[in-house]
């Protein structure tokens, strides 16, 4: 059964013309980094964006990720900004600090500068899990990034 709504429905839109976004990429785990990045492209040029429209900065690994989204967004150059990085969980708590801590500050960056910033990242307990979501069976998360940062863009754009 639909929900009844009364007053302003506000929801954005996948079309991507128009809007620019920035993408940061951690070097570590390039292999799959680089399948989110051309899935992340792939899905804003399908949806009607242009490559031209995409700045993409690359960091040393995922904990840096939160600095070169800081400073894209200090630029107030674009609509939207992903974040694209592997952390695979090793013998070590390593991997649930740096995935924690990621993601706390991302989600932080984006209510801070009221700019969309989505989550690419594979947080994987093993190399089968970051093939899977780095583009085979359990689809690419570079993808789900950029499509979520399309519609944000164009939500954020409508509430405007």
Do not use: W
């Not at 954005?12 to 492209?41: E, H, P, Y």
């Not at 242009?50 to 107030?76: C, H, N, Q, W």
């Amino acid at each position: 059964m639909a929900s009844k709504v009364a007053g302003t429905v506000f929801e954005g839109s996948l079309d991507a013309k128009g809007l620019k976004f920035g993408i940061v990429c951690a070097r570590f785990n390039d292999f799959f980094v680089s399948k989110l990045l051309d899935g992340a492209m792939d899905a804003i040029v399908r949806h009607g964006g242009d490559a031209a429209d995409v700045a993409v900065a690359y960091v040393p690994g995922s904990y840096e990720i939160p600095f070169a989204i800081k400073r894209m967004l200090l630029t107030k150059k674009y609509d939207a900004v992903l974040a694209l990085g592997v952390v695979i969980q090793g013998a070590t708590s390593h991997a649930g600090y740096i995935n924690s801590e990621v993601s706390k500050c991302i989600a932080q960056l984006g209510l801070e500068f009221g700019v969309p910033v989505t989550y690419g990242m594979i947080t994987a307990e093993n190399l089968e899990q970051a093939i899977e979501r780095s583009g085979t069976k359990a689809g690419n998360k570079g993808v789900d990034a950029a499509m979520a940062a399309i519609e944000m863009a164009n939500l954020n754009r409508e509430i405007r």
